[in-house]
T-cell receptor, first 112, second 114 residues
């Protein structure tokens, strides 16, 4: 069965620090997609990125970057030069079909 | 552009009372629809998903049910609420053209059962 583990429950950093959020998944699917979502204090989840299992190229979008390593079943998310507005809960997810399984989330606190 | 609506935003209900939460999507046809629950400080638990009108898949056996009476309408119901039903309920949609599409979430309903 699919499983997504976000071992870091909470992370606290000071503004401008870099921070990496870990995501490890288990799957039997040969084709699957991985996701990251952000949940700010307002509660609504915001889609950040989708990555398919055949594309291991790292991706950068502004201060955000993602490192997908199939060999270690990891899909880690790095925020460079963190800002207070990055404070949120971040969820990693996996889908091999219609359903997406999410990790428990990592709560990030960025202090000014 | 697509928009997803949920209401009510907050709800306080007594134990044993019925529940009806509604979710509607605009700007797309034949979406896949989902209901999730998030307990306080916890992750997302998939409750139901639907790939078409009248087609509901249940992920967690409990006293909740879901219905999809129209293509872009998804309803979460209960005949008798339990204290454990308290939580943040999120509706989401994804494009029905594929199975690997990202989901887009509504603003959520915060339910407190007293």
């Amino acid at each position: 069965a699919q499983k997504v583990t976000q071992a870091q429950t909470e992370i606290s950093v000071v503004e401008k620090e870099d921070v990496t959020l870990d995501c490890v998944y288990e799957t039997r699917d040969t084709t699957y997609y991985l996701f990251w979502y952000k949940q700010p204090p307002s509660g609504e989840l915001v889609f950040l990125i989708r990555r398919n299992s055949f594309d291991e190229q790292n991706e950068i979008s502004g201060r955000y970057s993602w490192n997908f390593q199939k060999s270690t079943s990891s899909f880690n998310f790095t925020i460079t030069a963190s800002q207070v507005v990055d404070s949120a809960v971040y969820f990693c997810g996996h889908t091999g079909g219609f359903k997406t399984i999410f990790g428990a989330g990592t709560r990030l606190f960025v202090k000014a | 552009s697509q928009t997803i609506h949920q209401w009510p935003a907050t709800l306080v209900q007594p134990v044993g009372s019925p529940l009806s939460l509604e979710c509607t999507v605009e700007g797309t046809s034949n979406p896949n629809l989902y209901w999730y629950r998030q307990a306080a400080g916890r992750g997302l638990q998939l409750l139901f998903y639907s790939i078409g009108i009248g087609q509901i898949s249940s992920e967690v056996p409990q006293n909740l049910s879901a219905s999809r009476p129209q293509d872009r309408q998804f309803i979460l119901s209960s005949k008798k609420l339990l204290l454990s039903d308290s939580g943040f309920y999120l509706c989401a949609w994804s494009a029905g053209t594929g199975v690997y599409n990202e989901q887009f979430f509504g603003p959520g309903t915060r339910l407190t059962v007293l």
